[in-house]
């Protein structure tokens, strides 16, 4: 029996190569793609989540105090206030103080205490014996100001923590169009061989 042509061989031994480093390539960037999509799912999204309900917190405090000092209500006051620091405080530290938290976490922690400091004066203004409602006006004007700080803070920071997301969500959808084009081209490759090696095996057979 005739042996087979080192040429159909090589053509053999390539595919079978081409084979190996296709799943290679396959392997790398699924890995890529599982560690992608873990990250997102266990730190990225929750953390966005965690910053929402923050900023939820912050900006529930100033509609807190204006109903204090419309309403004099200190019992409600005194209940919905405490709920809001436990939010923020809870917030604060379910974030991960990175390079990048650190900075905008320390500058909302000193605005948030800075309204916390006009609320008890707002509450010392609005309980006492003869009530100065123009000093409790002029402390609601400086929550304003304070709130106005604190919102470009959050508003940035949620922002940042998208634009990561998505970046994650693109950097996964980029493997997986490596993926896509590997195999397609693996495929072309394997047809284009096949019919280089029907040519060469008839042509082998022909003159055999």
């Not at 917190?57 to 436990?86: H, V």
């Not at 508003?155 to 896509?180: C, P």
Request: charged share 20%.
């Amino acid at each position: 029996m005739p042996s087979i042509p080192k040429q159909i061989l090589g053509f053999y031994l390539l595919l079978i190569a081409l084979g190996g480093a296709l799943s290679t390539l396959v392997y790398i960037n699924g890995n890529s793609i599982s560690s992608t999509t873990a990250s997102l799912v266990e730190t990225d999204l929750p953390l966005l989540e965690n910053i929402s309900k923050l900023r939820f917190a912050i900006f529930a405090q100033k509609p807190i105090l204006y109903e204090y000092y419309a309403d004099t209500d200190r019992n409600s006051f005194l209940r919905k206030f405490a709920e809001s620091k436990t939010s923020i405080k809870t917030g604060l530290y379910s974030i991960p103080r990175d390079d990048q938290g650190q900075s905008f976490l320390t500058q909302i922690e000193l605005q948030t205490g800075h309204i916390a400091q006009l609320a008890e004066q707002l509450d010392q203004t609005l309980n006492s014996d003869n009530v100065d409602w123009d000093k409790a006006r002029e402390i609601l004007v400086e929550v304003s100001a304070a709130e106005k700080k604190v919102t470009p803070l959050i508003d940035t920071f949620v922002s940042l923590n998208q634009k990561h997301v998505t970046n994650i969500g693109e950097l996964a959808k980029s493997r997986m169009q490596i993926i896509i084009k590997l195999v397609i081209g693996f495929i072309l490759l394997v047809l284009i061989f096949a019919v280089l090696l029907g040519k060469n095996v008839n042509a082998y057979i022909a003159k055999n």
